[in-house]
């Protein structure tokens, strides 16, 4: 049966019984997701490991925007208040969302506002890639088991995050994008390059495993297709995705040369450390790891029975069916200690960091399998009653498990309110900056102490600030004497620095890298501004330029539809 009688069928079914519609679908959905933040009203926020990093970059940037700054660069109130250019490095999409929910709610509802939000569109999105291929209702299915897969609840309760989160509702949509390029050839490219592009806005190490997956996937069609064309298709995809997300990509690739980018895979965040059912002597590490690796088990053991029970149905969708089994091996295979060679080898795969991370494709083939075999049962509703309720029985483990507190939330809002900041993080402090011995409680400017060298309280200065925001700070000081002074601010190479309106280079303090700068004594005019360098510039201009070509691209593609359709009926 060619896929499209199957999708045809699957039409059919839908129109006749009203079973798998995307009505229904959507109630199902959104009672899971429901379901799954129920628990926050009660017990407050289930702060993970990554909570306080999302949360204070969401503030952040809603702080921001207040100032005029659309797209912040720099995160103002890092490192308490010193600052950080997290917002180079870090995928735009999930601060932005953030920022944006804060901005028109209570911010003690938008983690859950977020999770909602994504669990609604991850279950649809998938809905959308299965209704093409099974029929009856299990396309819901499909939507409510990724929708609620054990792997988000990890994400939700135990780790906080937000990012990975949301990348993962796109996967759906990433497979949709391939099977279209195989099916429909170049039509197919704009769509795949689209979603693409927002995986890697979104989380930086789901789009290292977007690209790999990719590239998986397009082999398996070549095979399938015994022609090259889909990965030329497939790999011209890639690039115009690659373009439109180059605004952020090309900043971040060219500008880690500036910070300790290395520290995000340094110690236990190094893959060898992160198989499953590692060995560690860090017992809080290990406990994690083993509960993280049990949900994984899991995911496999159903997904693998799946796979059994629908071989002989995979007549009716032969190219997902195949694609699912090569993702899902190959992402089994990379969770275990003998894939160590290929995270070694294989570029820009060390920063996934965590190979169990590989759960983010798996849970495709966990969701379509566990929906297509369905179709193999007497009686199907027992199968999906006996996933949720297993799903559900997992939750009621992960729920009282994972730590809550809900004063996360106002305690780094009072931080920025008082001018005191937030913690910021070792793989965006810039080279040179210890930023544990960055002082928690500094003002915006002091001195060095002449005879000791440390940073000090700069008496007998005289200090003025004009503006003081993210991105510009201008300032007059006035001393009886030469001072260093130096303001509450890391030094970065995109700062500018003009004193006296004439450009300055400023010194580092050798341990923390706060920016310092020697004057003679008397009056001094500061400013500093955070400038755009050539590599955001250049991204920028790709970006643009991609989109423009994309959507020229799509419309030339659509004007040849009806030709192409008449010249189709004409052979039929």
Not at 73 to 87: D, I, S
Not at 134 to 158: C, D, E, K, T
Not at 246 to 252: D, E, G
């Amino acid at each position: 049966m060619s896929a499209e009688s199957t999708t045809e069928t699957v039409h059919a079914t839908e129109q006749r019984y009203g079973v798998g519609s995307a009505r229904a679908t959507l109630i199902l959905v959104i009672i899971a997701a429901t379901a799954i933040v129920t628990p926050m009203l009660f017990l407050g926020q289930a702060s993970g490991h990554d909570f306080q990093f999302h949360l204070a970059s969401w503030l952040d940037v809603a702080g921001q925007w207040h100032e005029g700054i659309l797209f912040p660069r720099w995160a103002e109130w890092a490192n308490w208040g010193f600052g950080e250019p997290r917002f180079i490095f870090y995928p735009p999409a999930s601060w932005i969302a953030g920022a944006a929910l804060g901005s028109v709610l209570p911010w003690r509802m938008v983690p859950g506002a977020f999770i909602w939000l994504t669990i609604v569109a991850a279950g649809m999105g998938m809905r959308r890639l299965a209704r093409e291929w099974l029929p009856g209702p299990q396309p819901s299915a499909a939507a409510l088991f990724f929708a609620v897969n054990p792997y988000h609840l990890i994400m939700i309760y135990y780790r906080s995050d937000f990012a990975e989160l949301l990348a993962s509702a796109l996967f759906p949509l990433l497979l949709l994008g391939v099977l279209r390029v195989l099916r429909q050839g170049w039509h197919g490219v704009p769509m795949l390059a689209a979603v693409f592009a927002g995986i890697w806005l979104s989380n930086a190490p789901a789009a290292v495993i977007a690209t790999y997956s990719l590239v998986l996937l397009f082999v398996v069609g070549c095979f399938l297709g015994r022609s090259v064309l889909p990965i030329v298709r497939g790999g011209a995809a890639m690039a115009a995705g690659f373009g439109l997300a180059a605004f952020y990509i090309l900043p971040a690739a060219w500008e880690r040369r500036w910070v300790q980018i290395a520290q995000v895979i340094a110690d236990n965040l190094r893959p060898q450390q992160n198989f499953l059912f590692t060995r560690a002597d860090n017992p809080e590490f290990l406990l994690f790891n083993w509960k993280v690796s049990g949900v994984a088990m899991g995911v496999m053991l159903v997904a693998g029975i799946s796979v059994v029970m629908t071989a002989k149905l995979r007549r009716n969708f032969a190219e997902l069916w195949w694609m699912l089994l090569a993702l899902g091996a190959a992402s089994v295979l990379l969770m275990f200690p003998p894939s160590t060679p290929v995270w070694h080898v294989l570029p820009e795969l060390q920063f996934v960091q965590f190979p169990w991370r590989w759960l983010l494709p798996l849970d495709l083939a966990f969701a379509l399998f566990a929906a297509a075999s369905m179709g193999r049962m007497c009686r199907p509703w027992l199968l999906m009653v006996a996933l949720i309720v297993a799903i559900g029985a997992t939750a009621a483990l992960i729920v009282p498990d994972a730590w809550w507190d809900s004063e996360d939330i106002p305690v780094l809002a009072r931080g920025i309110r008082a001018d005191h900041g937030y913690e910021g993080t070792d793989e965006y402090a810039p080279l040179n900056c210890d930023r544990y011995n960055l002082a928690e409680v500094a003002p915006r400017i002091a001195k060095v102490d002449p005879e000791t060298g440390n940073i000090v309280a700069a008496a007998g200065v005289r200090f003025h600030a004009e503006q003081w925001t993210a991105e510009r700070k201008v300032f007059s000081v006035d001393s009886a004497t030469a001072v260093a002074l130096a303001p509450r601010l890391v030094n970065y190479p995109a700062w500018e620095a003009r004193v006296d309106d004439k450009p300055a280079i400023p010194d580092s303090e050798p341990e923390t890298a706060q920016m310092i700068f020697p004057l003679t004594r008397g009056g001094h005019h500061i400013e500093l501004s955070f400038r755009r360098t050539w590599d955001r510039t250049a991204g920028a201009a790709i970006s643009v330029v991609t989109a423009v070509f994309l959507l020229a691209f799509a419309a030339s593609l659509r004007q040849d539809l009806p030709r192409s359709r008449v010249s189709h009926s004409a052979h039929s």
